[in-house]
T-cell receptor
């Protein structure tokens, strides 16, 4: 079945460092890909998305490119801030007869130190 | 516009009890999905409802049930609670049944003792 694998955390960076969180997926068909962020004690917020191969999703300085050839959707940011500390989830869409759902990776915790 | 709302925020139950969680979708969204997030893991799909009908179900036992009301709000019920049901229960809404850009509520933290 479809699945998402993320790099394990926690990832600890200093402020203004470059961030990469790796995400690879296994899927039949052509799913949409998403990054969600979860701040402590909160629900998930949609960070960015890409709906087809070679699409680049971007938001708040974060970027991810849908790479079909490597089945990857790595999250990057050029300069992280303390406020970026959160858990990041990569997800893919799976449609089925009369419905659609998200399949998530296990999450990667990011901690940014001043 | 208000986002997805869920109630209650926190809940403590005893093994064997039953619980009902509530969700109101974003205005204009007709599909509601429920996810279970165990500590340290990604959310797992439980149900999707659209136009008051179940459109999808994840790999959860029959102790889990849900329904959707004419105003598109939804309830998730869990019977005969087990310790392993302790989790954050997330509700997500989307405009259409097959649209997978979903917007999540803050969740209900359920603790089973």
């Amino acid at each position: 079945g479809n699945s998402v694998t993320q790099m394990e955390g926690p990832v600890t960076l200093s402020e203004e460092a470059f961030l990469t969180i790796n995400c690879t997926y296994t899927a039949t068909g052509y799913p949409s890909l998403f990054w969600y962020v979860q701040y402590p004690g909160e629900g998930l917020q949609l960070l960015l998305k890409a709906t087809k191969a070679d699409d680049k999703g971007s938001n708040k300085g974060f970027e991810a490119t849908y790479r079909k050839e490597t089945t990857s959707f790595h999250l990057e940011k050029g300069s992280v801030q303390v406020s970026d500390s959160a858990v990041y989830f990569c997800a893919l869409s799976e449609t089925y007869n009369q419905g659609g759902k998200l399949i998530f990776g296990q999450g990667t915790e990011l901690s940014v130190k001043p | 516009d208000a986002g997805v709302t869920q109630s209650p925020t926190h809940l403590i139950k005893t093994r064997g009890q039953q619980v009902t969680l509530r969700c109101s979708p974003i205005s204009g969204h007709k599909s509601v999905s429920w996810y279970q997030q165990v500590l340290g893991q990604g959310p797992q799909f439980i149900f999707q409802y659209y136009e008051k009908e179940e459109r999808g179900r994840g790999n959860f036992p029959d102790r889990f049930s849900a329904r959707q009301f004419p105003n598109y709000s939804s309830e998730l019920n869990v019977n005969a609670l087990l310790l392993g049901d302790s989790a954050l229960y997330l509700c997500a809404s989307s405009r259409g049944v097959s649209e997978t850009e979903q917007y999540f509520g803050p969740g209900t933290r359920l603790t089973v003792t």
